[in-house]
Structures are given as C-alpha cells and as structure tokens.
C-alpha cells in the first residue's frame, strides 16, 4: 500500500493535500510511506471531542445461536421465541447483537479475509482502476481523500454491489472482470459466493426481527427479496499515532442491515449509554446491526446506533461489511401493525434510492442522516 503524489480530478475537486504542518503535497492514502514519518498528515487528526480511547468497556451484545431457527417450522419453537426476545431486547436499546451457528462456510469465510489481503496489498495504479468516483458508493477509496478534506479515516475500502434479483445474478463477479481484468475472476467468485450467502442470511435474520416486532414473519423477508446491497471491505494499516486518528468515523449505517465480520483485532466500538463500548472480535459470529433505512421500517422502534472503528499501532485489521438495502424502487414504510394512535409515522415514505444519492452527494453520514434526510424530503419542493 502506498502514499504517492498522483494527482487525479478526484483532488482537484477537494484539493486535499499531505499537511504535516510546514511541507505540502498532494494527498493520496499510501501507508507504507505515511509510516516512516513520525507523525501523521493533519488531515487525519481528528478534533478533540471526537478523538479516541482505545480501553473502553465492552459492550454485552447478546450472542443469537441460529441453530434451531434454521430448521425451524412455521410456528416457532420456543428457542425462536427466546431468540426474538433477546433480539427486541437488542434493538430497543442499540441495534446490536451477534449471531453464531448462522451456516456460513468457515472456509468462504478465511478466503474473503484472504482475497481481501491480496487486493490491498497490490500496486495502487491497480486499485485505482476501480477508483470510486465522487457521488458513488461503489468502488476503491484510499481513505476518502478524493471526498473529503478533514477528519479522513485512516484506512483503504473497497465497495461493491451486490443484486439478489434473478437476471442479474452475477453481479459481483461482472464487476471484478469487468473492472479490474480477467485475473480478478478468482476474486468475483469468492466475493459472489459470499454476498449470496450473506444475502440469505440477511433474509433470515429479517424473519427474526419480523418475529420480535410482532409482525408476519415472512413481512420483511419479502421486503428484501431482490434486494440492491453493497458488500465493503475495510482494510486499517497499523498507524504510528492510533491516538489521534480513527478508522472509520463515528456514524450510523444509513443502510437496512449490516452483517459484520471483524478479524481477530480489536476495533470496533459503538456508542451507547453515552460511552463508547468495544465489541470483542469472535470470528465464529457476525456482528449484526441495525440501520437506518430498517429503523424507519420499524418507525422508530429498534435503533440504528453510532459505532466507529479505531486503529493500533501494532496490528493491520480487516472487516468484511455486508449492508442489506432493498430494491432502489421500493417504498420504506412501516407496517401497518407498527402503527396506532399513539406511535404516528415518524418519517415519510421514501425509496432506497433516493436516500442512498442523499448520503453520496448531500450529506456525510454521522448520527443524524435519517433525521436530516427526512427534513430535506419534507421541506424539498416538489
Ligand atoms: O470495521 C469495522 O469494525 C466497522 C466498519 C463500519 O462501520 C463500516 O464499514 O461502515
């Protein structure tokens, strides 16, 4: 990985340069050379109030054994029950749980960590064939100089779309050939294996949160059938001043669900009670957490929670992200069952699509993109 002075239009539209105080040049995340300085690019620092701290409590998640609902028949056992209980538990509070026995290859599981490796660690005249263009959420993104011009994340990502709908079912694989070459063949099988197998078990993760919201079971599960989503890979060098920077910057998920697999490496810590808390990496569960596309379909009722990432000093870490959203053209609304007389509508009806364009060209997502995107909608002239 490398910081290089390559100027594209990307800079020329936020100008960022390297700012290490006195000496400036253009700015491109590479950092194998941003190592060898002792300090690191103002760019990166973050204020004050939002720097991090690397020991804070844990945060008690509970762990959601999916065995049993798995092969569970319609009516559900009382092991599904106790798990949509824990859920609702969950959710009211902060949107977080973990779940394990989910059915997912281990072996699928290793090659997505070690394909994603393999990405960060080629050229960067490579990776930026797949550069993400101002406005996208697909594409690579070497913090997001080209975006932004403070409070940059110290880390490299690579994004892309996953489509659940039948005529388009090769959508990952497309992308790494046609993007990137035939030598990424490999790649696009690995990632297309992986995000079918996170798309089921989104959906049935769906069938549990319908269960624990007292609505159909097979409600939201139909709600994302087709859905539109988009598959992240986060790769943190280790950064000679973790004090300072953060990896990913406090936000919540605009997204409807995210499923999470974090390596072994500490990191990710979510904000809750007015603290933040870590949640201890297990590599035989996925974090799950709610976003806020899923909390305005549940009117408020579960929470999509501020979390972030921190980097060390010592170590490289890697996640694999999948966020769930639903096919662009259809209409985020509750069910009928979420509402009554005392718990109105809290947001308008809107469509993923639009609110996906209003988090890449109008606003950088952080606690407040649901409430902001739902003025925009409400004040915006039609
Ligand atoms: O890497 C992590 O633990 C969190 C990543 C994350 O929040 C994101 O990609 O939006």
Redesign the pocket.
């Given at each position: 990985m490398a910081v290089s002075c390559v100027t594209t239009s990307l800079e020329e539209e936020v100008k960022p340069r390297l700012d290490f105080g006195n000496i400036q040049t253009p700015l491109i995340f590479n950092p194998s050379i941003l190592n060898l300085q002792p300090n690191i690019p103002n760019q990166f620092i973050w204020p004050d109030d939002e720097k991090p701290s690397i020991d804070v409590p844990e945060l008690e998640v509970p762990l959601i054994d999916l065995k049993k609902f798995m092969s569970d028949p319609v009516s559900p056992s009382s092991s599904t029950l106790e798990a949509s209980r824990l859920i609702s538990e969950a959710c009211t509070k902060h949107g977080f749980f973990l779940v394990v026995n989910h059915g997912i290859n281990e072996a699928l599981i290793s090659d997505a960590h070690e394909y994603m490796g393999r990405f960060f660690d080629m050229p960067l005249s490579v990776k930026q064939r797949v550069l993400r263009k101002p406005g996208e959420s697909c594409g690579y993104a070497s913090s997001f100089t080209g975006r932004f011009s403070t409070k940059l994340p110290w880390k490299e990502?690579l994004s892309f779309r996953f489509s659940d709908e039948k005529s388009l079912s090769k959508t990952v694989e497309d992308y790494f050939c046609d993007a990137l070459g035939h030598g990424f063949e490999p790649f696009g099988k690995v990632y297309q294996e992986y995000c079918e197998a996170m798309s089921s078990l989104s959906l049935k993760i769906m069938e549990l949160l319908g269960l624990s919201l007292g609505v159909n079971r097979d409600y939201f599960r139909e709600f994302f059938e087709e859905n539109d989503s988009i598959m992240?890979l986060?790769y943190?060098p280790p950064c000679q001043k973790p004090d300072l920077t953060l990896?990913?910057g406090p936000?919540c998920?605009p997204t409807s669900l995210?499923i999470?697999h974090?390596d072994h490496v500490n990191?990710?810590q979510v904000f809750v009670e007015n603290q933040w808390r870590s949640i201890r990496p297990n590599p035989k569960a996925f974090v799950v957490n709610i976003g806020d596309t899923f909390m305005a379909l549940s009117n408020n009722r579960y929470k999509s929670c501020l979390?972030?990432?921190v980097v060390n000093c010592e170590s490289e870490?890697k996640?694999l992200?999948f966020f769930l959203c639903p096919r662009k053209d259809r209409v985020v609304k509750p069910p009928r069952e979420l509402l009554d007389s005392i718990t109105p509508r809290r947001y308008p009806d809107f469509t993923w699509s639009l609110f996906l364009e209003f988090t890449q060209k109008h606003y950088r997502a952080d606690m407040n993109t649901l409430q902001a995107f739902s003025d925009w909608l409400t004040n915006k002239p039609i």
């Amino acid at each position: 990985m490398a910081v290089s002075c390559v100027t594209t239009s990307l800079e020329e539209e936020v100008k960022p340069r390297l700012d290490f105080g006195n000496i400036q040049t253009p700015l491109i995340f590479n950092p194998s050379i941003l190592n060898l300085q002792p300090n690191i690019p103002n760019q990166f620092i973050w204020p004050d109030d939002e720097k991090p701290s690397i020991d804070v409590p844990e945060l008690e998640v509970p762990l959601i054994d999916l065995k049993k609902f798995m092969s569970d028949p319609v009516s559900p056992s009382s092991s599904t029950l106790e798990a949509s209980r824990l859920i609702s538990e969950a959710c009211t509070k902060h949107g977080f749980f973990l779940v394990v026995n989910h059915g997912i290859n281990e072996a699928l599981i290793s090659d997505a960590h070690e394909y994603m490796g393999r990405f960060f660690d080629m050229p960067l005249s490579v990776k930026q064939r797949v550069l993400r263009k101002p406005g996208e959420s697909c594409g690579y993104a070497s913090s997001f100089t080209g975006r932004f011009s403070t409070k940059l994340p110290w880390k490299e990502t690579l994004s892309f779309r996953f489509s659940d709908e039948k005529s388009l079912s090769k959508t990952v694989e497309d992308y790494f050939c046609d993007a990137l070459g035939h030598g990424f063949e490999p790649f696009g099988k690995v990632y297309q294996e992986y995000c079918e197998a996170m798309s089921s078990l989104s959906l049935k993760i769906m069938e549990l949160l319908g269960l624990s919201l007292g609505v159909n079971r097979d409600y939201f599960r139909e709600f994302f059938e087709e859905n539109d989503s988009i598959m992240r890979l986060n790769y943190y060098p280790p950064c000679q001043k973790p004090d300072l920077t953060l990896g990913t910057g406090p936000h919540c998920d605009p997204t409807s669900l995210t499923i999470l697999h974090q390596d072994h490496v500490n990191g990710l810590q979510v904000f809750v009670e007015n603290q933040w808390r870590s949640i201890r990496p297990n590599p035989k569960a996925f974090v799950v957490n709610i976003g806020d596309t899923f909390m305005a379909l549940s009117n408020n009722r579960y929470k999509s929670c501020l979390h972030r990432a921190v980097v060390n000093c010592e170590s490289e870490r890697k996640s694999l992200a999948f966020f769930l959203c639903p096919r662009k053209d259809r209409v985020v609304k509750p069910p009928r069952e979420l509402l009554d007389s005392i718990t109105p509508r809290r947001y308008p009806d809107f469509t993923w699509s639009l609110f996906l364009e209003f988090t890449q060209k109008h606003y950088r997502a952080d606690m407040n993109t649901l409430q902001a995107f739902s003025d925009w909608l409400t004040n915006k002239p039609i």
